[in-house]
């Protein structure tokens, strides 16, 4: 089969395709044959290297030498003690710990996939189970009369949190590059700025604010809250990460404002209701650009770039 494959940290260029065996599902996995695989910023980081945690499994080098979780196909082979899945099933899932969607075939825990609705294309059933969970916990406090913030709200995941927390009822501001101002506002951003240029620590204060690229001080991220408000980070740099965990923990205590790292809970139970609500039309699944397998490298920077519009992905089959 063909497959994109990296044997070493870097920039887009040390990935290559090559043909590669077909690999074999073991007890409790399937065997899917790809039809599209959603690109997410964790694929980047882990392309890359950073920040730090994305090595996980592999210091030295990659753990896996097929990148792409969010996979979306049909079931081609059924491993030992697996119920509920037959050959040709349609399914969709986010296979983190054995990624390999970026290839014609994949293995996945059966644990880790579910049917794919009817009414989805498998190109916008690839954009839901990271992405999804992500919005739907990060904005599970929103509600009437309460401010929301989402920092890199022009991605998958910020596309998606904005929606929610707007049909929640939130007045919601989004932060992202200028070139994503129209997108965030076309899927419901009450107010939209511009990092380069604004600061949305010393704006209003929030009620919530999801961090999805977390990388300034604690302090500020305090300042950004209103007394009682809760800000929650789920991507950025390491360092940042453990000042939230650790010092922002503290501070927010004192201070009577939560500071915390979104712990994402994973898997059909959390993706199916998301996308039980992009079949109803109450959230809108924003595909970007799709992209053929040769050219992972490009979808890659694309997303990894900050250029992205919602979601990119990669169309295999």
């Known amino acids: 089969m ?28 399937l065997l899917v044959r790809v039809a599209a695989t959603s690109v997410n910023l964790s694929d980047w980081e882990t392309l890359r290297g950073s920040p730090l945690y994305s090595r996980i499994g592999g210091l030295r080098k990659p753990a896996r030498p097929v990148l792409g979780s969010d996979i979306a196909g049909w079931v081609e082979a059924v491993g030992p003690e697996v119920t509920g899945f037959a050959v040709g099933d349609e399914v969709y899932g986010d296979n983190l ?31 839901i189970p990271q992405a999804g969970p992500i919005a739907w916990q990060g904005t599970a406090t929103a509600g009437p009369g309460r401010r929301v913030l989402i920092n890199g709200a022009g991605g998958g995941s910020g596309s998606f949190a904005i929606q929610l ?17 129209d997108f965030m506002r076309s899927v419901g951003a009450d ?31 305090r300042r950004a809250l209103a007394r009682g408000g809760r800000y929650l ?36 139970e959390y993706f199916e209701p998301f996308a039980e609500r992009c079949v109803a039309g109450e959230v809108r699944i924003h ?25 990119v992905v990669v169309e295999v089959a």
Do not use: I, M
């Open 97 to 127: 710990w054995l990624k390999g969607g970026f290839a014609e075939y994949a293995v996945a825990p059966a644990s880790a996939l579910a049917h794919k609705p009817d009414a989805l294309s498998f190109a916008e059933a690839s954009t």
């Open 191 to 221: 107010e939209v700025l511009d990092y380069r240029t604004q600061d949305f620590t010393r704006g209003e204060p929030q009620d919530l604010v999801l961090d999805l690229v977390a990388h300034r001080s604690v302090f500020a991220y």
């Open 165 to 181: 927390a707007k049909r929640a009822g939130a007045h919601v501001t989004a932060v992202d590059n200028s070139d994503k101002l």
């Open 287 to 311: 595909v970007d650009r799709t992209f053929p397998l040769d050219e992972v490298p490009q979808a890659l920077a694309h997303v990894g770039e900050g250029r992205s519009l919602g979601k």
């Open 233 to 268: 980070c789920v991507g950025g740099t390491t360092r940042a990460l453990l000042r939230v965990l650790t010092v922002g923990a503290a501070l927010g205590l004192s201070t009577g404002r939560r500071l915390g790292v979104l712990v994402v809970r994973t898997g059909p």
């Open 2 to 29: 063909r497959a994109v494959v990296y044997d070493r940290y870097g920039p887009p260029s040390v990935l290559r395709v090559e043909e590669v065996p077909v690999p074999s599902p073991a007890r409790g996995q």
